[in-house]
DNA sequence: CTTTGACCTTCCAGTTGGTGGAAGCCTTAT
DNA sequence: ATAAGGCTTCCACCAACTGGAAGGTCAAAG
């Protein structure tokens, strides 16, 4: 299979399946014209990262999870406990956004929205004390 | 004032605000040594972008939020406007994350996570049609 | 036989919002 | 005199790609 055939197949651009190359998250064959070449197994493994990137995953949790995954002595533990550890993020993260959207929210109410100056959100930009709804830098990912 | 000072008052890293400059969203004055000079009004500035920082407002955003709050005939409405655009943005990336959440916290929770190798976790990412808890890519920011 | 168009290749740069570190002035205190 | 701390610039790096240029390959159509 040449990288169009696996782009549709795995449902990733072609420029990401070559950057997972590059970064070794595949290592497919080469033909002769010098295009790459997938096998199926290839195809199996741009499609569970596909999978565990849109889960959120990060590469580094995806290397680890595709490595577990060809392991067929590893202990299942070791996958839940990536896979725990990347749902406390996501939970840390939702609270950070729910936060800001209290307050935005609150703000965009309290201002008229109309053709006068007077802005409680620019007041609130102004003169609210910073990290008062998060105290870390925003979110990060 | 030197960076160290409006760096403290305003809670931003001194790293920060030499970026923020570069990026001309301040513009301090400079001492005879070379020194940032930083003026009350560049403090206030740099307050104003932590806030809105925190709130989540991209860059971009906030050059936006600065200009008119600086503009003292602006209509509230063009404040108002940038939020509830960047509301909905968290709004899309909260649904994402509850989706990732709910995703995840099913497959865990089936995951028995002992000594064995069968892991519905890698199951799920190895057979799993990507793309139904979320059709875009990931969370972005 | 050539040309068109779709693929494929590599490489370089840009994105967002900073952060880390090196090398080297400036200032103040000891 | 020198040490500490603050300031300067510049360059490189992070995640995770994405866009585009310049050029090779291949299959079908004229």
Known sequence: MNIGDVARLSGLPAKTIR????I??????????GYRSFRE??????????????????????????QLY???SRAS???KQIAMEHLIHIDAKIDELIEMKKTLTHLVHECAGDHRPDC???EDLATAVSGETSPKRAVSN
Request: charged residues 25%; glycine residues 4%; negative net charge.
């Open 24 to 33: 070794g998250l595949v290592s497919p064959l080469r033909s002769t014209n």
């Open 19 to 22: 950057y997972y190359e590059d």
């Open 41 to 66: 197994s290839d195809l199996h493994k741009l499609a569970f990262l596909n999978r565990a990137r849109s889960l959120g995953f990060t590469i580094d949790d995806c290397r680890n999870l595709l």
């Open 77 to 79: 533990a070791d996958v």
């Open 120 to 122: 409680p959100i620019l």
């Open 70 to 72: 060809e392991d067929n």
